[in-house]
């Protein structure tokens, strides 16, 4: 399991950021632009998508890192902006994705994956899993998705996925059994209905 | 174990945190019902994905991206558009070019060319409202 990070430099950089110093936040997009953008694709899919979404994390981090006043871990404070961002985003374009769904039976390309990503040249089954897995995710409560994306995209242990939600260790494995249930049942479900002859 | 049993034990089956009684029958169901063995198979794959979509390498220009992001306002030139931008400049210069080796002609047949502006979709971008409040409630 991937840990958050120590912070004792973060802390560092961060003061360094705030008196003015631009190469020290480059420093820490440097550090975290792999973590953020994984967090961003639990949420997204596509990696164009979440590499985008990841750049503005980093923008709104510079704009408010005046308020970070180290009472959490840095990196908990930047992987609660990225969740924020992300839901944000998807919150905002929830129409456009229903508009694509209902024309989805027109046999038109996914919105899931990206015109241009490697994907969408793999052999349809691959297509299949990706989708059901897509699928299934959205369809989760938001504080379910969150927890598991932080657990099994970035890999944070339960206490470091409290941390970032602000809630206890036993809500989030509360969050991720639910989390783990529903989405059995909806790749079960998607299989019955597309995979099954 | 039956199929609906089965269905049941699937996450924690791949998971690998089945009992060994469970993993046993499991198996030896799996072993005898090809809708469940192929049932199985697919939500492994499913699952599969996360681990392809965690490798991340992130475009050369990401921090540069973002460095003019915070320079320009918030504004973020997408790693798409910057692809598009230096797209239109080899297009401008094409263009120039052929501008260039052309100019006699087109001047003397009087045509005037007119240049094609792209736009690049807009990125959205929102302040973020606030800091994720967790709503236990679903
Ligand atoms: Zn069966």
């Known amino acids: ?197 | 174990m039956n199929c609906k049993d089965t269905h049941r034990n699937i996450f924690d089956y791949l998971d690998g945190v089945l009992d060994e009684h469970g993993t046993t029958e499991m198996e030896s169901h799996l072993a005898l019902c090809s809708d469940c063995s192929s049932r199985v198979s697919f939500i492994r794959s499913g699952l599969d994905v996360i681990s392809v979509d965690r490798r991340v390498e992130p475009d050369s220009e990401f921090i540069g991206s973002v460095m003019s992001g915070i320079q320009s306002a918030g504004r973020v030139i997408s790693l798409r558009e910057r692809f598009i931008s230096v797209a239109s400049a080899a297009a401008i210069v094409l263009v120039a070019v052929f501008a260039g080796t052309n100019l006699g002609r087109l001047a003397t047949s009087g045509q005037n060319s007119e240049g094609t502006v792209l736009y690049a979709e807009d990125v959205y971008f929102e302040p973020i409202e606030s800091f994720f409040l967790l709503n236990d409630q679903e």
């Open chain 1, 1 to 197: 399991m991937t840990k958050l990070f120590p912070d004792h430099d973060d802390r560092l950089l961060v003061d360094a950021v705030k008196s003015g110093n631009k190469d020290s936040f480059a420093l820490l997009v440097a550090k975290y632009r792999e973590s953020v953008i994984r967090i961003c694709r639990g949420y997204v899919g596509s990696y164009e998508d979440a590499e985008d979404l990841a750049q503005e994390v980093f923008v709104e981090l510079f704009r408010s890192i005046s308020k970070f006043r180290g009472d959490s871990r840095f990196s908990t404070w930047l992987y609660r902006l990225a969740v924020n961002k992300s839901l944000n985003y998807l919150r905002y374009h929830k129409k456009r994705f229903r508009v694509y769904r209902s024309s989805e039976s027109a046999g038109e390309e996914s919105l899931i994956n990206s015109p241009g990503e490697a994907e969408s040249d793999a052999p349809v089954v691959e297509s299949d899993h990706r989708r059901a897995l897509r699928e299934a995710l959205d369809k989760l409560p938001e504080n379910q998705r969150t927890a598991f994306i932080l657990n099994k995209y970035e890999e944070l242990p339960y206490n470091d996925v409290a941390a970032v939600m602000a809630t206890t260790l036993s809500t989030v494995e509360s969050l991720i059994f639910r989390a783990r249930q529903n989405l059995q049942k909806y790749l079960s479900d998607y299989y019955e209905k597309n995979i099954r002859g």
